[in-house]
T-cell receptor
Framework: GIQVEQSPPDLILQEGANSTLRCNFSDSVNNLQWFHQNPWGQLINLFYIPSGTKQNGRLSATTVATERYSLLYISSSQTTDSGVYFCAVDIQGAQKLVFGQGTRLTINP | NAGVTQTPKFRILKIGQSMTLQCTQDMNHNYMYWYRQDPGMGLKLIYYSVGAGITDKGEVPNGYNVSRSTTEDFPLRLELAAPSQTSVYFC?????????FGPGTRLTVL
């Protein structure tokens, strides 16, 4: 099956710093999404981005489908950005997502 | 809209007991999903449904069953609970490629 690898596994930053999270996948995908799981466990969809670039406030994402990777950028980090960021992909349709292991981001004040 | 709701929030089961995790969405989404998340791991798909009356297995279906009699509801049944089913269970629904998750049910099997 498809492999989804995220890096780095852990990232600790000071408030105000910028960060880049990476997601590599082993096959062509129909769907790629980025999620944020907050410290209380809630999963929030950040981006649906099978290709191209999108921005939402301080967050932006880029997927280069031909090279099988996606990047999530977080600028001017805030403590509320802490949590685990997951990349998930779908190759078969029906939006059956395969998740990566996540990147745990800790933003210190 | 309440979005995706799940009950209960927490549950402790004894080995061999059965239970049903409830999931309801009010967004009229055709696609619904059940995932489990083990500690420190990503989510794994248990079952999914593309519409009322249609369900199919995901990556880790053993020990679980589902039904989808209405668009809104997608319950997950655990028969003969085992310690390996200790996990956090998430229900989700989707439209236009974007999945929306419920708050999760934390299940412990002792």
């Amino acid at each position: 099956g498809i492999q989804v690898e995220q890096s780095p596994p852990d990232l600790i930053l000071q408030e105000g710093a910028n960060s880049t999270l990476r997601c590599n996948f082993s096959d062509s995908v129909n769907n790629l999404q980025w999620f944020h799981q907050n410290p209380w466990g809630q999963l929030i969809n950040l981006f649906y981005i099978p290709s191209g670039t999108k921005q939402n406030g301080r967050l932006s994402a880029t997927t280069v489908a031909t090279e099988r990777y996606s990047l999530l950028y977080i600028s001017s980090s805030q403590t509320t950005d802490s949590g685990v960021y997951f990349c998930a992909v779908d190759i078969q349709g029906a939006q059956k997502l395969v998740f990566g292991q996540g990147t745990r981001l800790t933003i210190n004040p | 809209n309440a979005g995706v709701t799940q009950t209960p929030k927490f549950r402790i089961l004894k080995i061999g007991q059965s239970m049903t995790l409830q999931c309801t969405q009010d967004m009229n989404h055709n696609y619904m999903y059940w995932y489990r998340q083990d500690p420190g791991m990503g989510l794994k798909l248990i079952y999914y449904s593309v519409g009322a009356g249609i369900t199919d297995k995901g990556e880790v279906p053993n020990g679980y069953n589902v039904s989808r009699s209405t668009t809104e509801d997608f319950p997950l049944r655990l028969e003969l609970a085992a310690p390996s089913q200790t996990s956090v269970y998430f229900c989700a629904s989707s439209t236009f490629g974007t999945q929306y998750f419920g708050p999760g049910t934390r299940l412990t099997v002792l």
